[in-house]
């Protein structure tokens, strides 16, 4: 266990559905980090949150939105996907954003878009 | 970003040392060197990160060349647990972002 945990862990939906990911961290950090790994790929950074606030937004797409109401909470909103925004979608947390901090992952979400 | 090249895959006999290799010969003097692991379906798991010395954890060994163009992560005693994709990454300097390359998957054989 990382202190980062992800619901749900597995999640199909169809291209018209709304869905919501979490992410929760319990370590008491302030920077959080969304990042997507389609099969074959690397994983990409999407976005990240320092202290609530928005500080990278990787050229995603607007059907993904971003919030992080809190430190220890970060959403990802989903409307609208394609089939190839199938991928495992992970979270991830580091004590802030000051250069070599570690940064812990959660197990990810799982999405398969139909 | 220091980009890093990395073997695409390595084997490794259960008990003996595994040595995954990573080069970054563009690396600046004040990026540190990340390793990540991705077990099957799982997020990834810092092992170990080093700036200029050799590092030594619990779970493996860094040994960052002199010149910091190349690093080294040994597990000592490698298990069929320690399968999984290896990931060498320099730090941005910029904030604290992470680039994930290919890694190397190391598959570890009794």
């Known amino acids: 266990e990382t202190g980062v945990t992800q619901t749900p862990r597995h999640l199909v939906m169809g291209m018209t559905n709304k869905k919501s990911l979490k992410c929760e961290q319990h370590l008491g950090h302030n920077a959080m980090y969304w990042y997507k790994q389609s099969a074959k790929k690397p994983l990409e950074l999407m976005f990240v949150?320092?202290?609530?606030?928005?500080?990278e937004n990787n050229s995603v797409p607007s059907r993904f939105s971003p919030e992080c109401p809190n430190s220890s909470h970060l959403f990802l909103h989903l409307h609208t996907l394609q089939p190839e925004d199938s991928a495992l979608y992970l979270c991830a947390s580091s004590q802030d954003l000051v250069g070599g901090e570690t940064q812990y992952f959660g197990p990810g979400t799982r999405l398969l878009v139909l | 970003d220091a980009k890093t090249t990395q073997p695409p895959s390595m084997d490794c006999a259960e008990g003996r040392a595994a040595n995954l290799p990573c080069n970054h010969s563009t690396i600046s003097g004040n990026e540190y060197v990340y390793w990540y692991r991705q077990i099957h379906s799982q997020g990834p798991q810092y092992i170990i990160h080093g700036l200029k010395n050799n590092e030594t954890n619990e779970m493996a060994s860094l040994i960052i060349t002199e010149d910091r163009k190349s690093s080294t992560l040994i597990l000592p005693h490698a298990t069929l647990r320690d399968t999984a994709v290896y990931y060498c990454i320099v730090r941005r300097n910029a904030g604290n972002m992470l680039t994930f390359g290919g890694g190397t998957r190391l598959m570890v054989k009794p």
């Open positions: 949150y320092n202290f609530k606030e928005q500080t």
